[in-house]
């Protein structure tokens, strides 16, 4: 037995043995312990037992080692003493919670009311039982409290749990009842609060919002204003939307997101807070446009057009979205276009649908700002949000012109897959009713430009044979004289010519006879006045004289009376007279004008006229009108009229077109250079483009050139070019010889040359003809054909070298030349340097600063033929699209792609200014990288006017506080309604009803009439509703 102590002592030895110590551990054991002799009976009871057990076992456990059973014992006495701890803790837990039911079950008894609880109770149960469908007033189903109803449906218990608990514990507050029922209602603006009953939220912002989408811009962002065309406006499918999400108020400002389709601004109040734009696509449009749609038009590779890759259907910005939406949009342009008839809106026949292409995905979404008035002037307004357009297009207005945006689609080039490059002749897919349009109209037109060339070539044709007048050669002979021949046409070496005598009334007047030799001839022509003379000749010894005159009729002395010497003529008389008759005046010879005041052919006589022998001399009594001509000279030559001077075609160029009669006639040119040669010796030549009355032998040479072309002729008709010329002798004149050509604008190319290096100072005419032969030898041209129009020179103070600058012209016959010509310069140039310098022996560089091509022989139209981008009028190229007879002419706006669609792989720019430069085939993929992290659906943009961001949104819904609910007018509702249920089985109502009346009239209406059945559950399903 261990002494009191050594018990002691063991606890506490066990205690710091074990690894974790329990809350019990800590208690005060000393309470426990027994009276000394009370243990120590104990113990020697419990060894007697232990040695009986060990005597009386043959097989029993070892002995143990007394210190080891000891410790059993020990450890044997602390766990029962635990259990014992434990029990009496939980008996003391038990009896303190039960003492506390007994308490508040005391104190809610003493607290309740009975007869109130009744009524309440009662008043509940009534409320809501009473309102159970019942077989009729007072029937057994609705009588008594916590009666069952019948109910036969699930809508029947719905319909009552409505109108029993529901209506009457959660009724909504009603806005404008007068009555403020915080915190449902508040003081509001917009669509929040309750202005009608809490009054007005007062510190708030006036906002504008205004968003508009492409069509809704389209003036500026299209240049066309589609906005009021139903059939456009309509393609735009996406249907894009906005709203505000406010912070302070945890809710949208608008309750039904807002069109930005309407063009109209839209004004709200807000509270001060950070506020957030919003921006839906309301509609898919990936689905109503394939890829294949999309890569027919343009030929982004099919493989990289993306797939819609969001998860809603209202996501903004989507990349398959921004290429669909925008191409819907052109679709119903080109709908609206091809669909207007041969009346096409002027906007429609300038459509370029690749540029509108382009400003379409440069306005994907929505456009415009969110401003407020400014706080320090109601005029300005403070810009609160910008948004911009979604697009990938560096330039946003410059269209498919743009350099910029042709940069951007190269950046994103990539080799075309095989098969998936659109032809080069297909055009954009268009529906089959479209295609029929097109196709008519494109026939008309044919048909309408054929009748045109028609017309046209027949009034060319009637304008050159009024020209021509049936010569083949061209040639016509003028045969009359000047009407009124200039002053100086007297021949110079008529000087020593006697002045002419003053008019006179008639010849007979008593003329002075001047006395004249044979030493030089008498001449006159192209008098200017009517004059009138006498000579006098001597006969001895003279030769024969020579008459030269446009008299035409001889009077003999037969006919004297005839005589009409003021009617013009001239008078042979052998003898002088001062005052005779005239029958008494003796002529040798007289010669009058067969129509006095009218030229007459100026004829040579058919003999010379023999002086008289048997006088000594000869008077000649002369009266010459403005429209008479005479020659008198003893030399036969003096009165012979020079030969026809000859107008020769030394070099030309006939025109040569497409599409039109003209430059099919022989004296059609673009380039002429004529000789004008006189056909007899001793002979020259006058000359003229202007008129005939332009001739003179004042100015005649001994021969004549012209070299003409006219670039300012029209292009329809060309000018008409007449070439006169005369030739002169000894003061007489050929007839007058005239030709005539129609000249057409030649084309020709411009080139601008630089010559370095030379070793003069000045670029010399000897140079220029050098540099000339050069081009033309290495070109392949005529030399004549090479122009220049400038030259400079530039003089190095450094190096000591002069730089000449060259403009050329260099003139064809038809647009294929000019092209290859152009192509020649370009290509050859170093060829052409290498001649200019062994023609001219120089050491100098020659490099093209620029050449450009200009023809106006542009007759082919739209659809027609072509072989060169000149042949085509104003506004088209040469398609790479054959026709039977080649390539066809095409609006500018369908050079796009430079190798697909031009004959010669290149736009023009200088007939289709910024057309082509852009990327057969175009990785969508690349293209449209940029969009996600340009286009974004949320714009945040904050206010503070009342307050400041340190200080957080202001609270305008009142905190949340429990509301007062009541069941009934006087009961609030603190707690739960329980409501049980119990389903019972439907059975005759025979069975319940007491008097045998009732029952006899019951039952005599047929077995329709069912009633809940006493005490019978049922149990089969009432339905998939939870709530059964």
Known sequence: MLPHGGLIAAVHGRRRRRTSVSEEDEHDYTNLLEPTQIFKDRMDAVDSVLEDLESQSIFGPAKKEAAQVEISAIEGLLEQVENKIERSQAYFKLGGTATFFILFAVLLFTQRNVSDSYDMESSIVNLIVGQLPTLGTGGYTNSGVGAAGSLSSASDFYTWLSTAVIANVFSDPICGDGSCDAPDEYAGFGRFGCVADCGNYLNVTEITINLQDVIATSSDSLGWDVSGITRISSSQKAGFKYNIYSETMGDFLFADDQDSSTGLSVTTDVPDGVLTLVLYQTQKTSSLVDANTIHNFYPFVLSTIPDRNTLS??????????LSSSFLILQGIENYCYSSGPAMPPKCQSLNSFDMYVRLLSSYGVNGSITMKSSTS???YDTLASVMFCSVIPNTTGGSAASANKAYFQSARTSCQSGQARSASKLPQLSDSKTLIREERKGKKITQEEEKIVGRSMRLHAKEENIIQGDETGTELVHMIRKRPQASAINASHQNFHQLAAPGQSPFASPTCTAATQSFPLLYVYPSQTVQTCLMFSTAGSSPLYILTSYEDQIGQNNLNLLNPSGGGFYISAANFTQMSIPNFNFQLAVQSAQPGKPGSFLHSSKPYAMPISSPSVYFYITVTPTDYLCLSFSESDCTPPSDPQIVDSFSLPVVVVQSSVGQGANSKTLISLSILPSSNGSTVSFSTSSSNALSCSNATSSGSLFFYDDSASQLTGSKLTVYAMACKNGLTSNVVSRSWNIFPSPYVSVSLKVDALTSTSFSDTLLEYMKTA????????????????????????????????????????????VQYNKSVVSNIMTISSKFKTLANVNATTSIRATSITSKLSYSNEFKPCTTHYDCTSGLFCATQQSSTGYICQPCATCVIDSRDSYNGVCPQDLCPNSGGYPRCVDASAFLAPLESTCSDHHAFSIWKYGTQAEGSPQVIPSFTPKVRELTPYNRLVGAVVITQTRMKRGSCLDNMKGADVRLFTSSAGSGINCPLANQLDSEPFGDDPTF
Not at 313 to 322: A, T
Not at 789 to 804: D, I, M, Q, W
């Open 378 to 380: 109601n005029k300005n």
């Open 313 to 322: 259907d209202y996501q903004y910005g989507d990349q398959r979205e921004y």
């Open 775 to 818: 081009i033309s030898q290495v070109v392949g041209c005529n030399k004549l054909q090479v122009l220049s129009l400038s030259v400079t020179t530039e003089t190095s103070n450094t190096t000591n070298y002069t730089s000449a600058y060259l403009s050329l012209k260099i003139l064809t016959d038809s647009n294929v030349d000019v």
